[in-house]
């Protein structure tokens, strides 16, 4: 029996800073959104977030405007009601593994 799967792997520049928090059981999370073309040449925009020691390594060492390649990772849906009573949703990324590309525009960031 075949299970579906829910991976995913894009290449893409931070937009913003990353963003490090804890949970209250003092585990790390990282929070960032990434932007990429398309084959059509939209921007295609991605909330991402990573956990414990990966969650760590994207915080110390990438910044706005850095390229990443997430080689692994998952979507998955986050659901909440608003105080008004509203139902809301949101996919987020869940950044499993990536790697560091590097480059002219990088280099000029550091």
Known sequence: MSRDTNQFVVTGRLT????MKYTPEGKAICQF??????SDEKVNFFECQAWE???????E??????KIL???GRFNQQRWTT?????MS??????????FMGGK?????S
């Open 16 to 19: 913003r800073d990353p963003e």
């Open 105 to 109: 525009r990088d280099e000029d960031n």
């Open 83 to 87: 105080d008004d009573g509203k139902n």
């Open 70 to 72: 997430i080689n692994q």
């Open 33 to 38: 959104s990434i932007a990429c073309n398309d």
């Open 61 to 66: 060492h990438f910044k706005k405007g850095q």
């Open 53 to 59: 020691k990966t969650a760590e390594i994207i915080n």
């Open 90 to 99: 949101k996919y987020v990324l869940n950044v499993q593994g990536f790697e």
